[in-house]
């Protein structure tokens, strides 16, 4: 891509906008990896100590994940500030380390990721030629995660929210592609992208804890009902793909840690829509497991069940 179709069209904001992501990127990849941790703490710890939505939104998405986890327990409030501050902080790593991750050699990424279970379902999958279609949730570096695939053989294909200005989208594409990423812009014609690559044997990995186009399907996830995403069923279904989920945690320190699930059984028993809610509600299952595990970790900061618009700033 030239450096002329990069250039940011439109408005000052726009290129403000631009320029601040990609210059802030490049920052980022040349700093010392201890300055640029430095860098993530210190705005992680800003961003937990300002009154905004996005803070009442980690808090009470928090505060339901602990109180499911212990029915009939409210969630200590000092509990709740505290693992609130850390997801700001994970928030700020998350980022720190996915503008660094495309100037990173292969053999740091695959010394730092460390696959605590699952990775013969995902061999498995892939060696079978149907194609594997992974869900997963917003949680720890989901990037790292692709990036090791890619590395060790297994390139994914992903949908992403585009970015404005489209110059800026541009730019991502770059940086996941630098990463053996293959990015399609999320839109009502994704899923053709996506079909293809499982109709050639490849890997689909899939965000599904938000349902942004909202377009989901009707699940139970952390007590409420809500819609999430019914495109890795849909997919699974359709194509005959393996159907897994997955997580990828930040830490233990400077290592990131992988678990993928044994594959999802997606066998009809019904009709298509209602095979298509059994299997999400059975990856919504999966995925509170995970986040479960890290709450303060799960990179949520908006509504996402129809009780949170009465959430305000806090």
Known sequence: MSKRRRRPSGDWRAKTHYYTYTLLGAALQRL????AVGVATAVGEVLATRKSAARAYAAAHIRRVLAQGAPGAEPAPRVVRHLTRRAFRAYTRYWVEGARLPALDQDLICRRMVVERGLEHLRAGMASGRG???ALPHLGSWDWGGAFLAAIGYPMTSVAEQ???PELF???IEQREALGLTIVPLAESSGGALLRTLRN????????????LGTGVEVEFFGERTTLPAGPATLALRTGAVLLTAAVYSGPGKLHTGVVSEPIDTARTGSFRADVARITQEITRHLEGYIRRAPEQWHLFQANWPSERSVRPC
Not at 32 to 35: D, S, Y
Not at 203 to 211: E, S
Request: aromatic residues 8%.
């Open 201 to 212: 044997g490849g890997l689909v990995g899939l965000l599904c804890d938000r349902d942004l």
């Open 170 to 172: 541009e730019w991502f």
């Open 32 to 35: 010392p990896e201890p300055v």
């Open 163 to 165: 970015l404005e200005p």
């Open 132 to 134: 594997v279609v992974m």
